[in-house]
């Protein structure tokens, strides 16, 4: 059920992400529903499922930009294991304001990872670019995008039989 | 150590982070690689396949938050259209009597017929970046349609979008001249100024990229069109690429710069050609370009052994040719990004080193469309060993922005321009 789950989930989101999402960008800002997923992952279902998921979705993720191949994975890995890990020690279960918050925190450690990343590779951005109009905005828009992905997250969870962590 | 490797999510988190860290060194930046690899083009495909479908409800979301915002604008659009079509009717007929007059004139001068096909194939966009950090989209042609890396792409009207980033097999991804990856051989159209035109991370937001390289003396004003120099190899000459809005000094290189908008609105692209010519072959064109268009469906073209191509353009929709040395004739555009078009007169830049003939001017009025069309007035200019050699004053391009309507893959209709895409193949070749 694990994986029909997942699946299920990678399919929207690689289809979704690069088509719909963007037409939802604000001022060139969209919301980034891999790392809502993934956070929302770790909150529901515990630190390992979180940074597994974190780390699949995030290669797919990668391989779909396409620039900097791994670099998501990693961040990624490590942002679902810190959702879990937050989930499990602080919330116990998995509150769905709560993760919000950690999607916003999330969001803006993958920024200033990508941005490091990129920094050494290429050094073609800046960080007041990165950070205040990249990383901001779109902490605050997958903020609200993480709140509402956590609602079919749970219904599939429930019609699946899989449970939350508690 | 017995510890560490009793904690098993450790251990996976440490395993997970070497296997990512191997990955990222060897695929980790993918400039400069020529293919794509397994995982990527399976990835890709899986993706393509149902963004196609997605892209288009994307589009329909936009399009009903639109719809009832706009329309008393589009009452009055309407209103400006219907008064715009009497004068360009018009101006299709006074461009047909000079078409005639000119075809008359190029027999009496017997100036020989020097055409060469521009090789494009139409591509729709089915999705775009996902991340927030790039300007790019992925259209529905890849290397089963003859698409290679690092081919220019353009919009129906020959402007220039970008060029191909990756190619799978069934998709490739196109980087926009936005794309702080990009970079362009560009030229300043009225002082012939050359610099660089590169995507800015800060400026992309604002639709906007960096004319760079610019030494201090570059005679460049806000408001000067900016295109394709040529050099660099990759985007032939004379490609319209924006206007440049701002000009400043850069005291830590003791050079200037420009902040250009592009004439292509790149958020709203729908239709997209790709330029399958090696531009070095374009090079050699004398001024004159046919254009053949593939439609995808109906793909015709075929490469022969020796890398020559023969055209068998079978379909109904090919694109009639024009031939314009001098002036942009305007056409109905498949292209939806496609925006503004230049209004102001702009000098010839037929500067072939073969025979070419500059300065005749066609207009070729589609179906259905009402095509803007472009008055040229004679001008007809002999061929000049030179490069860049302006000529033929009175050489006025009223390209109007034209209606896009095709959805599909086809470019109907479509009258090139050949002066705007005017090579020297002496200076293409570096």
């Not at chain 1, 396409?66 to 509150?95: P, T």
């Not at chain 2, 329909?60 to 009497?86: C, D, H, M, P, T």
């Not at chain 2, 690092?150 to 001249?177: D, F, H, M």
Request: aromatic fraction near 8%; hydrophobic fraction near 35%.
């Amino acid at each position: 059920m694990q994986i029909v789950f997942y699946g299920i989930w990678l399919i929207l989101l690689a289809v979704f992400q690069p088509t719909l999402v963007r037409e939802l960008a604000i001022w060139g800002i969209a919301p980034n529903l891999f790392l809502c997923f993934i956070v929302m992952t770790g909150f529901f279902r515990g630190k390992t499922e979180g940074a597994v998921c974190g780390m699949i979705f995030g290669l797919v993720y990668d391989l779909m930009i396409g620039r900097m191949i791994g670099v998501s994975s990693l961040s990624y890995l490590y942002i679902g294991f810190a959702a879990g890990f937050l989930s499990e020690r602080f919330f116990s279960g998995g509150k769905r304001l709560a993760g919000t918050v950690t999607v916003a925190a999330g969001t803006l450690a993958a920024a200033l990872i990508y941005y490091l990343a990129r920094l050494m590779v290429r050094g073609d951005i800046g960080f007041v670019t990165a950070i205040f109009r990249t990383a901001f905005p779109e902490a605050i828009y997958n903020a609200v995008v993480g709140f509402l992905l956590a609602f079919p997250m749970l219904w599939l969870m429930k019609l699946l039989r899989l449970k939350r962590i508690s | 150590m017995r510890n560490f490797f009793e904690n098993k999510q450790l251990v996976f988190l440490v395993a997970a982070t070497l296997v990512i860290a191997v990955m990222i060194g060897i695929f980790g930046a993918s400039a400069g690689r020529e293919k794509v690899n397994a995982a990527e083009n399976a990835v890709g495909a899986a993706a393509a396949a149902g963004q196609s479908a997605s892209s288009g409800m994307g589009g329909w979301f936009s399009n009903i938050f639109e719809y009832f915002g706009s329309v008393k604008a589009l009452r009055e659009e309407n209103e400006q259209l219907k008064a715009a079509n009497v004068e360009l009717d018009k101006r299709v007929r006074d461009a047909q009597g000079l078409e005639e007059e000119n075809a008359e004139l190029r027999q009496m001068l017997d100036l020989a017929e020097n055409e060469k096909k521009l090789e494009l194939t139409a591509a729709s966009v089915i999705a775009k970046d996902p991340s927030n950090w790039y300007s790019s989209f992925t259209i529905n042609k890849g290397t089963n349609d003859g698409i290679q890396k690092n081919q220019p792409v353009l919009t129906a009207n020959k402007e220039l979008i970008g060029q191909v980033y990756r190619v799978g097999s069934s998709w490739a991804e196109v980087i926009t001249i936005l794309d702080p990856e990009s970079g362009v051989g560009s030229m300043v159209e009225r002082s012939k100024d050359i610099g660089i035109l590169e995507g800015d991370s800060a400026l992309r937001y604002q639709g906007q990229c960096r004319l760079g390289y610019l030494s201090r003396d570059t005679d460049i004003e806000p408001g000067d069109y900016v295109e394709t120099s040529g050099l660099g190899g990759v985007y032939p000459k004379g490609l319209l690429i924006g206007k440049v809005l701002e000009v400043k000094e850069d005291n830590t290189t003791m050079s200037k710069y420009a902040s250009v908008e592009p004439i292509v609105d790149m958020s709203k692209l729908s239709q997209v050609f790709v330029l399958k010519n090696h531009v070095d072959d374009i090079g050699r064109l004398s001024g004159e370009e046919e254009t053949t268009t593939d439609n995808g469906k109906e793909d015709t073209d075929k490469k022969t052994e020796n890398g020559e191509e023969e055209d068998e353009d079978k379909t109904s929709s090919s694109s009639s040719s024009s031939k314009s040395g001098a002036s942009a004739t305007s056409k109905p555009s498949s292209t939806s990004g496609s925006s503004n078009s230049r209004t102001t007169a702009k000098p010839s830049q037929n500067t072939s080193g073969g025979s070419s003939s500059g300065g005749n001017s066609s207009s070729s009025s589609s179906s259905g469309n009402s095509s803007s069309g472009s008055s040229s007035s004679g001008g007809n200019s002999s061929s000049s060993n030179s490069s860049n050699s302006s000529s033929s004053g009175g050489n006025s391009s009223s390209s109007n922005s034209s209606s896009s309507s095709s959805s599909g893959s086809s470019s109907s209709g479509n009258s090139s321009s050949g002066g705007s895409m005017a090579g020297d193949g002496s200076e293409l070749r570096e």
